[in-house]
Every structure is written in C-alpha cells, then in structure tokens.
C-alpha cells in the first residue's frame, strides 16, 4: 500500500460526503507506521522510526514539508536554559541540542554557534536573571556565564544592560535544509510522504485507532462540523499525532478516545520585524535575548546565517480557530505594520540607537501553546497509550519552542516508546 501512495488509492475511491458519522462507508488499508504532519518533529520522528526499520507512511495537507511552525520561527538552536528542571522541554531541549549539533555537522547543514546574551535591561530584572542562570545550570547547559554590563558591551558595543548571562552553546540553523536532510533519510530508507492529505478523524479498532483520510481539496467547503465520509481509511499499527496546530482538534476527532485527557489548545501569533537594509552592518553578531515575557521569550534579536537581522516574535493571542483552519493551516499569517509601533520601545530597552522608520514588516508565525493569556507556561504533553488507553497512538500536544531543538530527541523518545 505505501509504494502506490495514499493519494493514488484516494483517487481510485469514490467520494461520499455527508453521510451519518458512523457509517465510515469508504477503501480501507493497512499500514505499519503512520506520522500525521510532516513539520521538523513530524520527520524527524520519520526518520527515527525509518532507521529501525519500520515502513512508514506520513501525511501532510500541505503540498509540502514544513509549511507552518516549522518555517516560520526564529531558527534558533536553544542551549535549555529556560524550562523547569526534569520537564519534558529541558530533557528534550539539552539532548536535542547535542543531537542538532551532531546532525549538522555531520550531513553539511548549514549552522552556526554563534551564543546567546540574555540581558537585564534594569536592576528588577537581575534576581530573574540569578534564576535563569541557576536553572541553566540544573538542566545541564554548559558554559552559562553571568557578564556585567561592561564585559556584555564589549562583546556587543551597541548593546545597553545592567547584566547579561552568556550562552555560548546558543545557535541558529537553516530549518528548511535540516528538514530537507531529514526528509531525504527518511525517504532513502523507504518512509513514503503523502501531501495534500489530511487526515480528519479516526475511530477505533480492537483497540487501535483507524484513521479518516481526505485529499485537501475535498475539505475547501466543509464548514468544519458537517459529518464527513474519508476518502480513506487506514489501519496502522503505531500512529504519531505530530499534527501541531492540529493535534487538539483531530485528537477531538478520534471516535472512542477520552476526550478528557486532550489539553485544550491556544494559539499566538508572532510576528518578526527586520531591519531596513539602510543598516549596513549589522549591530549584533550573537542572539540578543531580553527576560522572558508571557506566552514567550520575548522580542529578541535574531541573526540568519547571511548576518541579516530580524527582531521578534511578539505575542498576539488568537482566539476561535475552527477546525478547517487548523487542519489546513488557514491562519492569517499577514503582519500588520502598525505592530511596529510595540516593537521600536521593547527593543530600544537593550538597542537603544535603534533609529525611527528601520524596521521594516518580516513574516509571521502561530505557536501552538497548551496555556492561554494569564496561564502558567506548560510543556510539552506526550500522550500514550496508558494515559488514553489506545494501543499505539502517540500524540504530541503543545510542541511550540524548544521543539525545533528538541526535535530529534522527541523523534528518540517517541521511536523507544512505541517499539519498546
């Protein structure tokens, strides 16, 4: 079934909609291994299970790899400083981080360890500082060093700060090339990548999940509650809900799963400002962070691999995503100009020469969060079958940033846990 392709067998079936929800009345297949989402953790959770030896299949409603979080981030290869000791996202985050590294350097990925400032822009801000450090340091991040002000200017002559903490092991990377490699792998060792295929429910069998498959273009007028009969129907024996922006809401579509155990999903937007090309040179050359802020870690100086700059992401909370939009990944991604005007005051905290009218509008990204406005910070949920009791399903919920890091040591984690 893999080798002819879900979209082959879709095309082959005839389209029945708007038939009662249990009377899934469509082709049926078997598959071994089935991965909902082809961003950064969806393949690199691929090629893990790919390397041993598992027949995979992966399916995007994208017409292509990575077109949603995953390529609309900051790129940033993170060191573990700023989550809870023994959390999923400091374990995944720090191993991640060695595991990137290895990779990159390994297969030719362009990236760079270029360190990470994370500045007190005032004396309130040093004992979250102090903390910060501390926590760096029980997750197992090497090299963290508290700077004062004039160690941290002479790094970075146009920085302004009262302390800084160093990450040197802090890097950024080319996203699109590192899924590109992996995706690569993965295909060579025979995992099958199915596009413009979305998956829209599923129902359980003796006790494992079947899933609902639809091409793309059949979900362009459904209205999102409308029952509606797959094009497809899989049987696999392991499924990863690495879905993203999708997961709650087709975790919600699972006929049989307790709907109990689905955390509830909340989006932001982020948008990135950079920096007119009126700025010759650019003013940093390591990552600039400011304390971290709710619902992010603040609006950040980011450099690409061409030293170009970009300033962000802010924090915008989105609220009323219908599935449709989830499922498609129908999100405004537009960035107002007007934002700006929140912009030029956080960043003149720490880059106080920052001129009038340099920032031009950049591009935006939705984080998929398990914690709304006013809500602590959670981690990552990863769900087995002995909390929701289906045999073989993983979902991944809430896997906003560190998950670029942490990418393959969720692909590691997942890959054990499934095969034992």
Same mark, same amino acid.
């Given at each position: 079934m893999l080798r002819q392709g879900v979209g082959r067998l879709i095309s082959k079936s005839k389209r029945r909609i708007n038939l009662p929800a249990k009377s899934w009345n469509a082709p049926k297949e078997k598959a071994e291994c089935v991965v909902i989402g082809a961003g950064i953790v969806g393949v690199a959770v691929a090629r893990e299970l790919s390397l041993k030896g598992k027949e995979v299949l992966v399916l995007d409603s994208a017409p292509t790899f990575g077109t949603a979080t995953s390529s609309r981030n900051s790129e940033v290869i993170h060191a573990g400083i700023y989550y809870p000791s023994n959390s999923l996202k400091a374990r995944f985050c720090v191993r991640g981080r060695n595991l990137l590294y290895q990779y990159c350097s390994q297969h030719g990925i362009p990236h760079k360890q270029i360190g990470k400032l994370i500045v007190a822009t005032g004396a309130s801000d040093i004992p979250k500082l102090n903390h910060l450090l501390n926590r760096g340091i029980q997750n197992g991040v090497e090299g963290l060093r508290m700077l004062d002000a004039s160690e941290a200017i002479?790094?970075? %002559?146009?920085?302004?700060?009262?302390?800084?903490? =160093? &990450?040197? !092991?802090?890097?950024?990377?080319?996203? #699109?090339? @590192?899924?590109?490699?992996?995706?690569?792998?993965?295909?060579?060792?025979?995992?099958?990548?199915?596009?413009?295929?979305?998956?829209?429910?599923?129902?359980?069998?003796?006790?494992?999940?079947?899933?609902?498959?639809?091409?793309?273009?059949?979900?362009?007028?459904?209205?999102?509650?409308?029952?509606?009969?797959?094009?497809?129907?899989?049987? %696999?024996?392991?499924?990863?809900?690495?879905?993203? =922006? &999708?997961? !709650?809401?087709?975790?919600?579509?699972? #006929?049989? @799963?307790?709907?109990?155990?689905?955390?509830?999903?909340?989006?932001?937007?982020?948008?990135?400002?950079?920096?007119?090309?009126?700025?010759?040179?650019?003013?940093?050359?390591?990552?600039?962070?400011?304390?971290?802020?709710?619902?992010?870690?603040?609006?950040?100086?980011?450099?690409?691999?061409?030293?170009?700059?970009?300033?962000?992401?802010?924090?915008?909370?989105?609220?009323?995503?219908?599935?449709? &939009?989830?499922?498609?990944?129908?999100?405004?991604?537009?960035?107002?100009?007007?934002?700006?005007?929140?912009?030029?005051?956080?960043?003149?905290?720490?880059?106080?020469?920052?001129?009038?009218?340099?920032?031009?509008?950049?591009?935006?990204?939705?984080?998929?969060?398990?914690?709304?406005?006013?809500?602590?910070a959670c981690d990552f949920v990863i769900q087995e079958g002995e909390i929701h009791g289906v045999t073989g399903l993983v979902n991944l919920f809430g896997i906003e940033s560190p998950g670029l890091t942490s990418s393959m040591a969720i692909a590691e984690y997942v890959a054990a846990r499934l095969l034992g």
């Open positions: 002479t790094m970075e %002559p146009e920085l302004q700060c009262v302390k800084a903490l =160093l &990450s040197p !092991s802090s890097g950024i990377v080319d996203t #699109h090339s @590192l899924m590109l490699s992996l995706v690569a792998e993965a295909e060579t060792k025979g995992t099958t990548f199915s596009y413009n295929t979305t998956v829209v429910g599923g129902h359980l069998e003796e006790n494992q999940m079947a899933l609902h498959v639809s091409e793309s273009k059949s979900l362009g007028n459904w209205d999102g509650s409308t029952p509606l009969q797959p094009d497809l129907i899989l049987s %696999p024996k392991f499924v990863v809900n690495s879905s993203g =922006l &999708s997961a !709650s809401a087709l975790a919600k579509r699972f #006929h049989g @799963l307790n709907t109990a155990t689905i955390p509830p999903a909340y989006y932001a937007r982020g948008s990135y400002f950079t920096l007119s090309n009126s700025t010759r040179l650019a003013p940093f050359k390591h990552l600039i962070y400011p304390i971290p802020e709710e619902g992010g870690l603040g609006v950040h100086v980011t450099l690409d691999l061409d030293g170009q700059l970009k300033f962000g992401p802010d924090v915008e909370w989105i609220r009323h995503i219908d599935d449709t &939009s989830s499922f498609l990944n129908r999100f405004n991604y537009s960035v107002s100009a007007d934002r700006v005007e929140r912009f030029y005051p956080e960043i003149r905290k720490y880059y106080p020469n920052l001129k009038d009218g340099s920032l031009l509008p950049g591009y935006a990204g939705i984080r998929p969060k398990l914690s709304g406005p006013g809500q602590s």
